[in-house]
């Protein structure tokens, strides 16, 4: 169906976000969010399209769409990290984790799973760019990071619940780190068990899980209800930032 | 023949016949006895007739042989170029068959369907052509000598002393719509050869001397005429079937050979075949068992069954007949078959005999109306006297004795009773005796008595007492009566006894038929039929038995060699045929023809193999293996193939009830199938509709809604989605599990976290908002192999279905516990639970609980829990919660051992 040319004003000069999506209706609902919220849009409908814009345009965040025509979304991704750190979130529908955790090995930074809602969409966008601008500025990210009644202090290696102190063994504390420095980023099982034991347990997800149920159970007010460390079915955990 | 009303299965075949033949062309042959009689001519001649009609007609391929008539006619009609064919250097003229197909005419003119076609044709012989023109719906007219005939071949052979190479086989003559005699007496037929009109002179001169003998002709003018009544004759059988006509119409042509146990009987059978090939006509073979018949000696009966082995090869039929009197008996089964003439052998009994018996060959003379009897001479005959009988179960010794004691106890009465009574009393007394030993029914032991009785009445009681001199000559008459009456009253008890006999064994296998059928009207299923059949034929036979039935490809297989026969029969009723004999199983599957022991076919087999046919299908084979390797007469072959029939018929019936009850599966299938489908495509279809009214109701141009009404629009069109995409998914997880293409990724995972997940889940889509879910797991809850996506789907299903069918506010729980080597999972709510008695049921895919109208839900949710907890090799179940409401449990098998970790790390 040829695009209509009807489109709203976009701003002037919020974020630049790349729609590399070839399903015109996804297309025009996310249009439609993210202008209204302020962002500015820039649209392809092929892969090869969508990395040539993003070569060209330098947007501030991809959203990649893993079904695209002519070109694999992993394979996307791969070539686009390959010369560009834009925080890349990739949209696939559910009951295909493998495909997303792929993706997230392979460069991608988040994922959003269809059909999703606009508060979700919202609140990866600003995770992505919370965390561009911090690196931009900062380098190897903040050294405290407060969420909710949680703080984590990287620097003093402490973690304070509300005004209790928690203690961690270190490879529990090697994994809030982990999911820290990406706050709000979801982390996969391979990567969160480089990050916490060192290169050559990546096959043994079963750790990570037992030990964020650790996890929970010393942070979280109820376990089975995290608020901050939040499970991502089949992919991963994300340390949530609300 | 001897239903009055036609059979059934020959109609059907004749009918199917004759509407494949609708679409079939029409053939009709010229026939003639040789070469030059006209054939080409008339068939010309009908063809300008039929094109006087109208037809279009073509010729294929029409020799004149330089004949000027033909020739003539051969003009003003089309003719289909002929095809140049290289052969040896000469250049032929061969009919073109594809010139012909492409050309398609109405009636195709095709000379000499005996001939060879040139090596580079798509047939060898010309009739192929034919037959191929035939089968697009093309009529064919085409000539035929009966040299050409491939039965007669030898016939020929032997009149002229040329051997016809070209040939047409019978069937197709037999198939031809019209056959149309061409017949021309020889002398006509000689004159036109000196005229010129057949052959060139100098060829004309040869053929005389040659083919064209006379002598030839007439014997080839015979056969033509005769070949010609044959189809006539056969026409009107078939007629006649149809219309059920019984009386005997005397032009037919069937011998009637009647034959006993005599050693001439062979000779008789032979001279009968010459006489029926003489004729030209059917004979059937008949034994007919008389009681006289059943008391020769076993050797001599096995000569019977050689003897009519010996005229089946022959080519007669056989049929084994009984009765008191063999003329009556054959002159009643002539009427029935429409038998013109009865031959049987001549006389060889003394004269005697049959002054006192009755001689058969004087009966049928008598008896026999229209029908012609003829005596044939068994050659050198000799006869032998029929031998005293071996008899009876007692040993003949014994009889005598009885013998002497009955004359000694009738002496002493008869001493007791002689002062008060006349002789002429007394004798009556051993006529007592007499009576009495005679009706043991030996002839020797009667013949013993009278004997003696005579000589102990002599002695005792005529006077001159104690000698055996006779005074009065009255008493030689007294002799003469006794000796009489014991004859008689013996013979007529041996006859009694021997049809009692036979017909105690007709009746034995008659009731053995009767109780196979009995059995198998009650019985259903092969697992039950088979052994039933087995056991049955077993008995009567008294020989081991084996059913063979097809697998798959048509390969036989003896059954029970899978499942075994699981006690259903004595082991000993059966045997395992060897390779070769699965061979020769084989063959009869494939032939649907008896083969095997004691046949014309494959003889050096263990077993006899009669094939199962029912309604012109194969079901399977029978093999009959005897004892001690014993040919079956051929009246227990005629037996074996009744029994054979039957059980074949069983087989057909439970495979038929079989692909019965499949087809109404199916039907059930596709019943359900189009209930769902309208089910689900309403369900799918709600909610689409609900959306297209809200939203289209938002995108109306001038309407005045306030912004309340505009969210409350959004709000439902939102839901609405939600919830045809859980619909959506859960009709693809179903689909999924069905096709078995969910693959369960166990990994370790703990409870907790798939728990918290399906939570989220919830709380995202606001289905916890109005009942208070509480979680219970004990601390030490181990980590289990689950697949966490389809586990935590379980969860959100059982937890959705209790929010669902509770009213709000009331509490839902989830708790764990372990049990064994599995954890259990409860998830209870307090609403008003479910119907009892259908816990099971609530498992069914479509299964909705009847409520109060707002069973929003397709029923798959539970449904797919089971396939999830399954495939996870655990088990889902309901039960009532004590306290009200419903429980739902579901257990996960811990396999193994989870990773071993150290805590201080």
Known sequence: ?242 | MSDQRPNPDALLARVKAEEASQSYGRLKIFFGAAAGVGKTYSMLQAAHERKAEGVDVVIGYVEPHGRKETEALINGLEQIPYRMADYRGATLREFDLDAALVRKPQLILVDELAHTNSADSRHIKRWQDVEELLAVGIDVYTTVNVQHIESLNDVVAQITGVIVRETVPDKVVEQADEIELIDLTPDELLQRLKEGKIYAATQAERAVQGFFRKGNLIALRELALRRTADRVDEQMQRYRRDHAISTTWPATMRLLVGVSASPSAPRLIRAARRMAAGLRAEWVVAYVETPNELRRPEAQREQVIQTLRLAEQLGAETVTLSGESAADVLIAYARERNVSKIVVGKPERPRWKDLLFGSTVDKLLRSSGVIDIYVLSGDFGDTEPLATPAFGTSSPQKAYLWSCGAVAICTALAWIMDPYFDPANIIMIYLLGVVAVATRGRRGPSILVVILSVAAFDFFFVPPAFTFAVSDTQYLITFGVMLLVGLVISTLTVRRQEQVKAARVRERRTAALYALSREFASLRGLEQLIPAAVRNIHEVFDSQIMILLPIGGGRLQPWGKISGWMNTIAPESVFSPSPADQGVSQWVYDHKEMAGLGTNTLPGADAIYVPLVASERAVGVLGVRPERRQRLTPEQIHLLETFANQTALAIARAQLAEEAQQAQVQVETERLRNSLLSSVSHDLRTPLTIITGATSSLLEPGQALDQATRTELAQTAYDEAVRLNRLVANLLDMTRIESGAIQVKKEWQPLEEVIGVAIARLETSNALAQHPLSTNLPADLPLVPIDAVLIEQVLVNLIENAVRHTPPSTPISISCSTAGSAVIVTIADQGPGFPPGSEEHLFDKFYRAQQNGSTRGVGLGLTICRGIITAHGGRIWAEPNPTGGAIFRFSLPIDGSPPIFNMNE
């Open chain 1, 1 to 242: 169906m040829p695009e209509q040319p009807h489109q709203p004003s976009q701003p002037t000069h919020g974020p630049l976000i790349l729609i590399i999506e070839d399903e015109l209706p996804i297309r025009r609902f996310l249009r439609a969010t993210l202008t209204s919220n302020g962002y500015r849009i820039a649209e392809a409908a092929t892969a090869n399209d969508g990395i040539r814009q993003a070569a060209t345009i330098q947007p501030e965040v991809i959203m990649l769409d893993l079904g695209l025509p002519d070109l694999d979304g992993l394979e996307v991704a791969r070539q686009l990290r390959s010369w560009t750190s834009i925080p890349i979130i990739v949209l696939s529908a559910r009951g295909q984790e493998s495909d997303k955790i792929a993706a997230l090995d392979a460069g991608a930074d988040d994922y959003l799973t269809k059909p999703f809602g606009t508060g979700e969409l919202l609140a990866r966008i600003r995770v992505m760019l919370r965390r561009a601008s911090l690196a931009a500025t900062q380098g190897s990210g903040e050294p405290v990071i407060a969420v909710g009644d949680l703080r984590i202090d990287l620097a003093l290696r402490q973690i304070w619940r509300g005004d209790t102190e928690i203690h961690l063994t270190p490879i529990q504390y090697n994994l809030l780190r982990a999911l820290a420095r990406n706050i709000g980023r979801v982390m996969t099982h391979k990567q969160l068990l480089h990050e916490a034991w060192g290169a050559g347990y990546e096959e043994d997800p079963q750790y990570v899980r037992v030990y964020m149920s650790q996890l929970r159970h010393k942070l979280e007010a109820d376990p089975t209800r995290p608020r901050y460390l939040v499970t991502e079915p089949g992919v991963g955990y994300r340390l949530k930032i609300d």
